[in-house]
């Protein structure tokens, strides 16, 4: 069974540019989850979706970010314009049920310069 | 502002001997505290959890000790091994399922 995949591995862009990361969860967890470690620090939660709905998006660092799960499979994170601040790695995590363990993905790590 | 804070930072033990990581927590709403095991390359991969109506909880060479009271827990890695070289997070959750992590501890073991 394939596990949580994360497009692309690694990107750099400039201050003020777009970015869009893209998660494909395991097939048919309706729970899909966003995270984001910034080097050293802690791994922070960002939103939740369930199926196409947003759960819970209150670890949203500001407007900048646009996560959407059309259909309630693939999720895209959109950061725009990307600011420094916002470098680091960016995970997502799946799972089956609400209260269920978290499958997670390889990770998207982010640099901006 | 931390709510799960965990150490060391960093860890440098010779295989077979013990490797110690803790975490301290202060949202007493906490009832489930997951330990998570991250490879180079790789996204955290769930180890070891426990709840707190239990003060520890061993699978293989990993055991989680507890203490409610002093709201702290522990990764203990008995005879560790050079494929444990690891970051490994720990966390706590209540009723909204969205775990809080730790900072991580970079766990290398020599052979």
């Known amino acids: 069974e394939a596990g949580v995949t994360q497009f692309p591995s690694h990107s750099v862009i400039e201050k003020g540019q777009t970015v869009t990361l893209r998660c494909d969860p395991i097939?048919?967890?309706?729970?899909l989850y966003w995270y984001r470690r910034v080097m050293g620090k802690e791994i922070k939660f960002l939103l939740h979706f369930v199926k196409e709905s947003k759960q819970d998006e209150s670890g949203m660092p500001n407007n900048r970010f646009l996560a959407e799960r059309t259909g309630g499979t693939y999720s895209t994170l959109k950061v725009q314009p990307a600011e420094l601040e916002d470098s680091g790695v960016y995970f997502c995590a799946s799972s089956l049920l609400l209260a269920g363990e978290q499958f997670f993905g390889p990770g998207t790590r982010l640099t901006v310069l | 502002q931390q709510q799960v804070k965990q150490s060391p930072q960093s860890l440098i033990v010779q295989k077979g001997g013990i490797s110690i990581i803790n975490c301290a927590y202060e949202?007493?709403?906490?009832?489930?505290f997951p330990w998570y095991q991250q490879f180079p390359g790789k996204g955290p991969a769930l180890l070891i959890a426990?709840?707190?109506?239990?003060s520890e909880k061993k699978e293989g060479r990993f055991t989680i000790s507890f203490n409610k009271s002093a709201k702290q827990f522990s990764l203990h890695i008995m005879d560790s091994q050079p494929g444990d070289s690891a970051t490994y997070f720990c966390a706590a959750s209540g009723g909204s399922y969205i775990p809080t992590f730790g900072r991580g501890t970079s766990l290398i073991v020599h052979p």
């Open positions: 097939s048919g967890h309706d729970n």
């Open positions: 949202n007493t709403a906490f009832d489930y």
């Open positions: 426990i709840r707190p109506d239990v």
